[in-house]
């Protein structure tokens, strides 16, 4: 877009991104055109893969079984492949509800500046690779091997190291050559040597005041070879893999150099090679205090499920969820301030979008129960935070499970006199964990239900739970 400023260039990309990452949230389906619409929460359309063919269907609502209310399985089987029945079949319907647009790219459906830059580089990557004539075998032979992350995570290490890494790893610190390549017209020397352009590998590793950093600290060795790598990805990999000693050395000199780059950048007095070495061995010696303190600590008291208060009664529930079929289980169990069970459910569920949808599935259908026996008074209790904090505000509700947030919302103002909605560790949820996995393993679909007497099975699980706290060493 030659002639037009680096402000309307944002623009019209940021517009751009916003219609790549727009998604119909399903009502009624009338206003969602099944073909032309994005409204399947998977792939990067977001359409149906399977081709129209001859039918004249062309509006969700055609899909909807008029007299229930649910999707038309037998017609949706006749129409579509099987990964687009399986999307299909796993979204929630209400009818009720109006149809909105929502971001795709967020789990609670709300547009970002962050998460449409992402996009935009995304599509820039594909673009390019399009253009050399790459196919996706080619793309996953010569893609670096993905990084462990779980690894850098899990380093006993201060917060600030990790995060530097995980940027460095992902290309994102602001060097000179990054700022440029996202449209500012900027100087792209490098601050330091004023001799070439500033990119990850001239910063860390070829920048003649970098390499005396290198040389003093005797890690020269590791140096040439991180120059022989062609990605960040790789560089941070290899980081990773180096013995503790060599590792925590190399991490703290490249945070180190980072900070000094980001000073003299800013305006300071670049400074001493000692200097930059000196703040690196400070690091060194954080990380030890660190792991030091970490072996001192004190043991824990494993939690136990909670009684609820004397008026009210606890509901417990939990699902399981398996992505690659889009279903799974739910479970959930009712008890009294003493700790006897009034109520307990297992069942499968054959359709559902992801964990945080199964999640409230399995938190309507406890509910469902609680209300058509009676309960009015209750504590419900999930060991999803997201969920609490879905089913407590209207933060979630243009995600994909917003439809079931409200209905679930919707459900307990009709029906309860008093709901406290809480969120608690797993090990305070046990009994509805096992449960909701008990259930996917049974053959039959049928929902199942206990009162008094309760299988023996579920009475195991129960004792279990009301178990003495133990001491986690």
């Known amino acids: 877009m030659p002639g037009i400023s680096y402000s309307w260039r944002s623009i019209i990309r940021g517009i751009q991104a916003l219609k790549k990452g727009l998604i119909w949230r399903v009502g009624d389906g009338r206003n969602i055109n099944i073909w032309l619409d994005p409204w399947l929460p998977t792939g990067s359309t977001r359409r149906p893969i399977t081709p129209r063919g001859q039918t004249k269907i062309d509006r969700v609502a055609d899909l909807i079984n008029p ?19 399986q999307n299909i079949l796993a979204i929630p319907l209400n009818s009720y509800i109006e149809e909105t647009l929502a971001w795709h790219f967020d789990n609670k459906g709300l547009f970002s500046v962050k998460s449409a830059y992402h996009v935009l580089q995304d599509e820039q990557v594909r673009d390019a690779k399009k253009q050399r004539g790459e196919s996706s075998v080619m793309r ?51 601050p330091m040597c004023h001799r070439l352009d500033e990119d ?5 590793l070829k920048c003649k ?52 780059r980001n000073k003299t950048n800013a305006g300071e007095k670049m400074r001493m090679t000692q200097e930059v070495i000196y703040m690196a061995m400070n690091a060194v010696s954080d990380v030890s205090i660190m792991k030091h303190t970490a072996t001192m600590r004190v043991p824990k008291i494993k939690k136990r499920w909670i009684p609820p208060p004397i008026e009210l009664l606890k509901i417990n529930f939990d699902a399981a969820f398996f992505a690659d079929s889009k279903s799974g289980g739910w479970g959930f169990i009712v008890r009294d301030h003493d700790g006897d069970v009034i109520m ?20 309507l259908i406890a509910l469902q129960f609680a209300g058509a026996n009676g309960m009015s008074r209750i ?40 709901v406290r909605i809480l969120s608690a560790p797993r090990l305070c949820n046990s009994v509805a964990h ?12 049928q929902t199942n239900a206990w009162t008094d007497p309760l299988p023996g099975y579920v009475s195991n699980l129960v004792g279990r739970d009301l178990a003495g706290p133990t001491i986690n060493k």
């Open 344 to 363: 307990a459910g297992a069942g499968k569920l054959n359709a559902v979008q992801d964990a945080l949808c199964a999640e409230a599935h399995a938190g």
């Open 67 to 85: 007299a229930t209310g649910e999707w038309d399985r037998e017609l949706i089987e006749d129409i579509f492949w099987e990964e687009d029945r």
């Open 209 to 260: 005041m970098v390499k005396k950093c290198w040389q003093q600290m005797n890690m020269e060795g590791i140096r040439l070879e991180l120059l022989k790598l062609s990605s960040a990805t790789e560089v941070v990999q290899t980081i990773l893999d180096l013995e503790e000693k060599s590792r925590l050395q190399t991490i703290t000199l490249l945070w180190a150099w980072w900070d000094s």
């Open 140 to 190: 996953v032979q010569s893609v670096p091997q993905k990084l462990n992350w779980v690894k850098l995570w899990s380093l006993p290490y201060t917060p600030k190291l990790k995060q530097f890494m995980w940027r460095l790893g992902h290309n994102s610190l602001p060097l000179r050559k990054n700022i440029e390549r996202r449209g500012m017209e900027i100087d792209t020397l490098c």
């Open 434 to 445: 096992e449960l909701a996995h008990y259930s996917v393993g049974r053959d039959s679909d």
């Open 379 to 418: 504590q419900l209790e999930t060991d999803s935070t997201c969920l609490a904090a879905a089913l407590t505000s209207t933060d979630y509700d243009q995600g994909v499970g917003g439809t079931i947030f409200k209905e679930i919302r919707e459900y307990i103002d009709l029906q309860f006199d008093v």
């Open 200 to 204: 990850g590998g001239h910063c860390f």
